[in-house]
């Protein structure tokens, strides 16, 4: 496929194929890299389809087991504006040569950024991975700048666990109503002032000889911004 702004994602598939999140279609994609060619694709449901430019899917996050993988719009969707929730999506098979099913859907409530004079704030979610015990963690990249102005001014890193159990099940909901669905909890994790570095990417890195996790981020190389790589330990 033709991606403009892809997600790459390494599974443990038995043919080392990828899944790729393309946010301007939305799409995800199964490719094989070999060959450069796609493979097929998941089914996103059609509620996704009202995502608007620049705000669609960029999260993707496979299980540890091969057999759930979880997305989710970066911002609000039009129709569920005033819930101040995205929608976490998760698809699940059967082994790891089944293809992806809808699984479940949640509402998902993005942090809502602290007001500044003259200071424009767009909050979204970035990024989902899962921790070596199974936990699924979110982050959210804020973005600050002056009001008229396309100059960054900082971003925000915000890390937190992500918990299901008590949340309703939101996949036939048209729209989100505030007050007609309990979200998904969030539990804070990390939260730093990052200067011109985005970062957007989260995943596993090794396990430090202190016995701890450690986790790699990345950053978005857009115009104006920062590359930079973080690693860090999580609580």
């Not at 990249?141 to 100059?151: C, F, L, V, W």
């Not at 971003?155 to 309990?182: H, K, M, N, Q």
């Amino acid at each position: 496929p033709a991606l403009k702004d892809g997600r790459w994602v390494v599974t443990a598939q038995p043919d080392g194929t990828l899944w790729i999140a393309d946010e301007t279609g939305p799409e995800i994609w199964h490719v094989d890299p070999k060959r450069m060619a796609s493979v097929g694709k998941v089914a996103l449901p059609p509620v996704y389809r009202t995502i608007e430019k620049n705000r669609g899917i960029e999260a993707l996050a496979i299980g540890n087991d091969g057999l759930t993988l979880w997305t989710a719009n970066e911002d609000v969707l039009p129709g569920d504006e005033g819930s101040g929730c995205v929608r976490l999506q998760r698809f699940s098979r059967a082994s790891v040569t089944n293809d992806w099913t809808a699984s479940g859907q949640w509402a998902y409530p993005l942090t809502v950024p602290q007001k500044v004079k003259k200071v424009k704030k767009r909050n979204g979610l970035a990024e989902l991975c899962f921790t070596r015990s199974g936990e699924l963690l979110g982050l959210e990249r804020e973005k600050a700048r002056e009001k008229g102005s396309d100059e960054v001014i900082e971003f925000r890193l915000r890390i937190f666990r992500v918990e299901i159990d008590g949340a309703t099940d939101v996949s036939a909901a048209a729209a989100l109503r505030p007050g007609a669905f309990t979200p998904v909890k969030k539990v804070p994790l990390f939260e730093r002032a990052t200067g011109k570095a985005m970062y957007e990417a989260i995943g596993q890195g090794p396990r430090l000889q202190d016995g701890k996790d450690s986790y790699v981020l990345v950053s978005d190389g857009d115009k104006g911004c920062d590359e930079k790589v973080m690693v860090l330990t999580l609580p």
